[in-house]
Structure formats: C-alpha cells, structure tokens
C-alpha cells in the first residue's frame, strides 16, 4: 500500500513523473485536472459547475473536488494506493485529505517560474488519452530539459493515435493566472506536509524518463528507511 502526492506549481511536471511512475508501483494516477477536463468534455453535470473555472485557471470550490477526489479513492483500483497529482491544492482540501486516508509521502517539485512557463507555453497534450508531450527544449548551465516529442509524425499521439493539442488553460494569460493562485493558495500546504514531517522537495532538472527514474528511486529509498515499503 503507497499513497504519494505530487505537488509542485503548474507546470513542473506533476502529470508527466506521475505518468509514468504509476506503472512502476503498480497504484493508479489520479489527476482532478484530468477528471474536471473530462467531464467538461462529456458536458455531465460536474462539467457544467467546473468549465468557467478550468478556462480561467481558478480553482473549482473545495466541497465539489473534495467529494469528486473521495468517491475517486474509494474505487476498487485504488485498493493498493494512488497516487495523487493536482490534489490537494488548498489547505482546506489537504485536512479534509487528513481526515479520509494517511499520506505516505509527498513529493514536492521544484523548478524556477520563468521555465515553467516556458514549459507549459510548449506543452502539448492527447486529446484522446491525456498523454503529456513537450515541445520546449530547456537546455543551458547544468539543465537538461530536451523536448518531448511524439515518435511518429503527424501530431498524433503515440498510444493511441490521438490528435495532439494545446490546452485551453495553457495560454500565458492564464498561466500567470494559475502561478497566482499556486502562489496564494497552494503553496501554503507546503510549511503543512513539512511540519507533519512527510515532504520530500525535488529539483527538476534532467529529461523525464531520467527524472521518472530519479524521483521513484528516493521514494523507494524513502519508504523503505520508514519501512513502508
Ligand atoms: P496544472 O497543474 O497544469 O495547472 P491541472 O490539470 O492539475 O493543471 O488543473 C487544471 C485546472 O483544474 C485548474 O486550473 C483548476 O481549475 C482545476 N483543478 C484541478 N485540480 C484542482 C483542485 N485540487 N482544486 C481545485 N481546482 C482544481
């Protein structure tokens, strides 16, 4: 049993590292971004409430993504753990986190705001699947952030053939939008994990498989010297 969040500010790669780390410890990736953008894709009732808010980057209110985030853990595919990506971003939603189930560790991601933003104006996203590609390259001094491109030609998505977009959200209005928000109301969930004593900062600096790779092998250290794992 692994439960892990991934918080960090929009744009350093919550949804990639999770992506592709889910496999490996074989729990689920829950995104509520991801659950929001589809069911504003499907026009359910939940879409209706969440779309202003997803095209203007503020959050939706704490009681709707509280409730969606529990019913989402309370599935069967959760049974062995999760992982946690865009959830919680308000203090409000990490206690109401608190009260529902125990956080192994969360892992904090860190890259300075001029990249994010570069970062997330090159992002390019499956329409179908929601796989993440990147079509920045940052690469200067000691980082080493080359783009993330589809292998086959086309803009179409590897998996699935998909066609791929740029996200509504991810345009620099709304980006320094959603930095604002991040900065106001999610950051203070930081100093919270940090004196319940299960934060692990990361710096994100390397291609994401790299990363990926970086980022499970301290949490394996992690967990086991706790022995959770
Ligand atoms: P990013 O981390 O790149 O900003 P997400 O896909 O996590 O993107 O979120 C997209 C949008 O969905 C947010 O701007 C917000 O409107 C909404 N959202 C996602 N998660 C939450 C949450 N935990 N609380 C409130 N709103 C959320």
Same mark, same amino acid.
């Given at each position: ?21 889910? !496999?490996?410890?074989? +729990?689920?990736?829950?995104? =509520? &971004?991801?659950?929001?953008? $589809?069911?504003?894709? @499907? ?68 890259? !300075?705001?001029?990249? +994010?933003?570069?970062?997330? =104006? &090159?992002?390019?996203?499956? $329409?179908?699947?929601? @796989? ?87 949490? @394996? ?9």
């Amino acid at each position: 049993m692994v439960k892990l969040v991934f918080l960090g500010a929009p744009g350093t790669g919550k949804g990639t590292y999770s992506e592709r780390i889910s !496999p490996k410890l074989g +729990i689920p990736h829950i995104s =509520t &971004g991801d659950i929001f953008r $589809e069911a504003v894709a @499907k026009g359910t009732e939940l879409g209706k409430k969440v779309k202003e808010h997803l095209e203007n980057g503020t959050l939706v209110p704490d009681e709707i993504t509280i409730q969606v985030l529990k019913e989402r853990i309370s599935e069967p595919d959760c049974k062995n753990g999760f992982i946690l990506d865009g959830f919680p971003r308000t203090l409000e939603q990490a206690r109401a986190l608190d009260q529902i189930t125990d956080i192994d560790l969360v892992i904090l991601l860190d890259l !300075p705001e001029d990249l +994010i933003i570069k970062k997330l =104006t &090159g992002r390019r996203v499956c $329409e179908k699947c929601g @796989k993440i590609y990147n079509v920045a390259d940052i690469s200067y001094g000691t980082l080493r952030m080359p783009p993330m491109l589809p292998k086959n030609p086309g803009g179409v998505c590897d998996e699935c053939g998909g066609k791929l977009i740029q996200r509504e959200d991810d345009t620099e209005k709304v980006i320094k939008d959603r930095l604002r928000v991040y900065h106001q109301l999610t950051e203070p969930i930081i100093e919270y994990y940090k004196e319940k004593g299960n934060l692990m900062k990361v710096e994100v600096d390397a291609p994401a498989d790299e990363m990926a790779e970086k980022i499970l092998k301290r949490i @394996k250290e992690r967990l086991k010297n706790e022995k959770r794992l």
